[in-house]
């Protein structure tokens, strides 16, 4: 049953309506004492609150009420209902504990959608196991993890709160250092999930020039500009019915944040060029190795969208906390690059076994994949000792290439043009994918093909 709170009959009765034509059970209450009375009389699964109730337009009732209502039900989500200008009030509710938030005028299928996560959420926390977390086995027959590898305890409770918060719609931000993974978290939650078989699709914020913002986010008409020659998706459209990723939240522009705002709230947006209105049904996963509460409180990120985003926060251990899983990966990253090479002898020695975990790895998973593509393709033996694994493994997550001892009768630039060689032949020709491979940056890449007379 849900309980809707609000001192405006007009606006109980059609959430009313609403909720029961969704199919909810529901009771109404106008004043913050009714509604703590129905607590006791009528227990609710969801409140849904107004913040505003008409003698008090601060807010002060509503924000009472809500502390009043998580203090004798901590587990009861609360959805509060807010004017647009309003929302530093709605922020201050979901500090207060309540579980998600909607505008008024709201949308239809955004208020039954933010109702929906908030009653899956509180289920999902109702049914956490207690006691000894889950083996990664129990978690492998809950869901698709196959490209997540990890043992670990740490990582082991990253992937429990995946399989819990997956099947719902609820924005999830995943937090962790350059390198732990933060975008297969992101496939995993979308793989898991109700909308698996629609599109998921990545935006890479910090890739995106202001002046290309709306266009490449919303999409543009003919016309809107020099040089829009056709209609053209943007990429909330594209991902509509699906999963839309927004890696790099952190380096979002001022002006972005705004824009995102606003399509996040309510699920609306215009077309550049157009002023006609389109909906979106998406859901919303968003990705940052930075500090986003202490960008908040230096004024570099808007507080407002930083709670519309993190309804659930997901955080990455770095590699180094979770020691135990380097020979795994490393293992699993040695088979792959060994079939791709056609190197399948290949093996780790006990002694590099031993050696890879005590290395710090800034640059986490991805220092330790590139380490060890970069072995296979150098390496004369078939069996990587620490040695080979040591010239191969840069000192920073940097993009420098790392030196290269010479290896048999080859000099250092033989190696370094055999190791881009077959780079190019495993990569298809991709740049970016070779350039990533090889700890390099594009503009280096292109300056050793050319020194070496290599074409993609």
């Known amino acids: 049953m849900i309980l809707v709170v609000d001192d405006d009959a007009s606006v109980t009765a ?36 107004d913040m505003n109730f008409s003698r008090h337009t601060s807010g002060e009732e509503g924000l009472a009420l809500l502390r009043e209502i998580r203090a004798r039900r901590p ?5 509060l209902m807010t004017a647009w200008g309003s929302i530093p009030l709605a922020v201050e509710g979901m500090k207060a504990g309540a579980s998600d938030f909607v505008t008024k005028p709201w949308t239809n299928a955004q208020l039954l959608q933010s109702v929906r996560t908030s009653l899956g959420l509180a289920e999902a926390e109702a049914t956490k196991p207690t006691g000894m ?42 937090t962790g250092e350059s390198g732990t993974g933060k975008e297969l978290v992101a496939e995993a939650l979308h793989r898991n999930s109700q909308r698996r078989e629609a599109p998921f699709v990545k935006v890479n914020l910090g890739g995106i020039a202001t002046s290309l913002f709306e266009s490449e986010m919303f999409g543009h008409v003919r016309g809107a500009f020099t040089d829009a020659r056709a209609d053209r998706k943007g990429r909330f459209e ?20 705004v824009k995102l705002l606003r399509v996040l709230q309510d699920r609306t947006f215009e077309v550049l060029g157009s002023s006609a209105s389109r909906t979106v049904d998406v859901r919303v996963v968003s990705a940052t190795n930075r500090d986003l509460p202490a960008m908040v409180a230096r004024g570099q990120f808007r507080e407002d969208l930083l709670y519309r985003l993190n309804l659930i926060t997901v955080h990455l251990p770095a590699l180094r906390e979770r020691p135990g899983d380097v020979p795994l990966l490393a293992r699993r990253f040695l088979r792959t690059f060994a079939q791709a090479y056609g190197r399948e002898a290949l093996a ?29 393709l150098v390496s004369p033996h078939d ?21 290269l001892p010479a290896v048999g009768s080859m000099t250092l630039d033989e190696i370094e043009r055999a190791m881009i060689v077959k780079s190019l032949q495993h990569h298809g020709g ?21 020194k070496y007379g290599l074409s993609a």
Request: aromatic share 4%.
């Open 348 to 376: 780790l020695s006990p002694a590099a076994l031993r050696w890879l975990p005590a290395q710090p790895w800034p640059g986490n998973v991805r220092q330790l994949r590139q380490s060890l593509e970069r072995a296979v």
């Open 238 to 257: 594209t991902a509509h019915g699906g999963t839309i990723f927004l890696d790099e939240i952190g380096e979002a522009e001022p002006s972005a944040q």
């Open 430 to 450: 991709n740049l970016t994918r070779v350039a990533e491979s090889l700890g390099m940056s594009r503009p280096a890449l292109y300056r050793r093909l050319e």
């Open 75 to 79: 587990a009861l989500p609360v959805v």
């Open 14 to 49: 059609s959430l009313a309506l609403l909720l029961r034509q969704a199919g909810y059970a529901v009771s109404t209450a106008a004043s913050a004492a009714e509604a703590l009375a129905r607590l006791g009389t009528e227990p609710p699964s969801l409140v849904l609150q």
């Open 383 to 403: 069996r990587l000792e620490p040695s080979d694994l040591e010239a191969t493994t840069a000192p920073s997550a940097g993009p420098a290439t790392p030196a």
């Open 133 to 174: 977390a889950p083996t990664r086995e129990e978690l492998d027959e809950r869901c698709d993890f196959a490209s997540l590898v990890g043992e670990d305890e740490h990582f082991l409770a990253v992937l429990d709160v995946v399989a819990r918060v997956a099947p719902t719609d609820a924005s999830v931000l995943i």
